[in-house]
């Protein structure tokens, strides 16, 4: 209505049709009347005085229900179709031990666990799958119970956590192991300072789950058959070189302590690291970052001692005026149960701010409903959507990258869809170390040759900064050039010389 008003008073209204009055509203099945409450609020006694209130004239079509789909919880013991969880109680399935003792991390144990419900060939497929991977494999009871073993290769978890060797994309030529160049902004193993404020602070290199598409599947859990992984050498006795080099730089303000995930940390350490950065007094702000809560969100429910740890850091930070939250990686509502929302609450009420980051995967949420649903979901249980990633130029996992086109076009569809400030923001970790930019402060866009072109001034102003979408997602002039190895070099000129950024250096040559 107020853009109405606002837009009638502009001057160029004179160009524009005499504004006609808005049409009456369609008339609604049932139109509610003096008293039409729903039953559920006419019964809440702070709300009596409203009952037998006359409702003014609906100016909205009622809702679907469809639209509220973000609502609802998983909260049937979805656990029990595997059959080594089927007489497991909701009690012992929400026991961090059960879920830790009964991780899975090889195929043969996968294959006992489901007991015929996935295929011969998918187990087979699943074997070579990993003999090629960058990265190992560990999946929770949650997480198997989650996937759908009828249609595993659609699954949004399975396509998340484990490979198969028959989707797999020739990588990139443009791709690279640690595309984000991180080790050059490493001062110390298990430390990286690129922003001048802020540092991101790696005290472990293993994780809960693995994700196929890690960008620090470098350095991530064990070497796999296809990489050998840079070792952090990151123990708690190194820990402390990293701590004196964040003490001797008065311009950080902000450590992420990630690794690795600080799941993985016992509780003491997670004392130990956030009291020790809460001390040092030019620092202001601690993330703890972990995917925790999306693949064993009843760890926060049952391991008194980790989260009792975490909330104790956030007080203890809140009474120095210091900000302590926790940063999640929800990638789809799949991995959302009544168990999350529980352990969500749970965080709400003991005070501790939760923010997620999602990476954009091709077959996982690369739609706008999806997309919207998932940042629906995740505000409802009081989870801040942060960040959208574009994919990392990673190792081995082809299949699972967009277009930035995508990207962009999925961005355009959740704003607005819900308040500003659980609204995503989307951004390419540009390859070559310039950082997270917005996907859409591209210099140029090729879409034939899926280049991308950005700046990274706050990084480094004399450097321009290449993505390069997913070449089977091309169209064929841009694949055919692709294939053709002497065309390399003339498609990263074009591009730069369209982006008028042709006196810059390129970061990655
Ligand atoms: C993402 C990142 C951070 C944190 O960046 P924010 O935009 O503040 O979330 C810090 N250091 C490094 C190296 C990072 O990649
Ligand atoms: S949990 Fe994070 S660090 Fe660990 S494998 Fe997944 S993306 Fe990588």
Known sequence: MSSEIIKGSSPDIKKKPTPQPNPAPEPIDQPMTVGDLPEEIAEVPRLQPLVGEAIPDPIKDPVDESELVHRDFEEDAFWKHIPAFRDVTREEFLDYKFQNKNSVTKVKDLQEMLQGLASPEFIKDIGDGMAQAPMNMRLSPYVLSLIDWENPYDDPLRRQFIPVASTVVKNHPKLSLDSLHEQEDSPTPG???????????????????????????YAIGTDTDSVEKVNYKSNPKHWNKAFAYLASRPEIEDVV???????????????????????????????FATKGPAIMPMKILTDHD?????????EQGRKMGK???????????????????????????????????????????????????????????????????????????????????????????????????????????????????????????????????????????????????????????????????????????????????????????
């Not at 430390?191 to 809960?208: G, T, W």
């Not at 990630?258 to 020790?276: C, F, H, N, P």
């Open 306 to 314: 980790w989260t009792d740890a975490l909330v104790g850091v956030v």
């Open 191 to 217: 430390l990286v300072h690129r922003y001048i404020d802020k540092a991101l602070f790696l005290p472990l290199d293993v994780c809960p789950v693995y994700c196929r598409f890690c960008t620090r599947s």
């Open 323 to 509: 900000e302590v939250v926790l940063h999640t990686h929800f990638n789809t509502v799949n991995e959302i149960t009544d168990i999350s929302r529980e352990a969500m609450n749970l965080l709400f009420k003991r005070g501790v701010k939760v923010r997620n980051q999602s990476v954009l995967i091709r077959g996982v949420n690369d739609n706008a409903d999806k997309m919207i649903n998932l940042v629906k979901q995740l505000s409802y249980m009081n989870v801040q959507p942060y960040y959208v990633y574009q994919h990392d130029m990673v190792q081995g996992v082809e299949e699972l990258r967009t277009r930035i086109a995508d990207t962009v076009e999925i961005e355009r569809h959740v704003r607005g869809v819900t308040a500003g400030f659980n609204t995503p923001t989307f951004v390419t970790d540009v390859p070559g170390g310039g950082g997270k930019r917005d996907v859409h402060s591209y210099d140029y866009y090729d879409e034939v040759t899926g280049v991308s072109v950005y700046r990274s001034p706050s990084v480094d102003e004399d450097k321009v900064y290449l993505y390069f979408d997913p070449i089977d997602l091309l169209p064929p002039e841009g694949q055919a050039r692709w294939a053709d190895p002497k065309e390399h070099d003339a498609i990263v000129e074009e591009a730069i010389r369209a982006a008028g950024l042709s006196d810059l250096d390129l970061a990655v040559e």
């Open 257 to 287: 302590i990630s690794g690795g995930d600080t799941y993985m940390l016992s509780a003491q350490r997670v004392k130990d690291i956030g009291e020790t950065l809460l001390a040092i007094p030019h620092i202001r702000r601690l993330r």
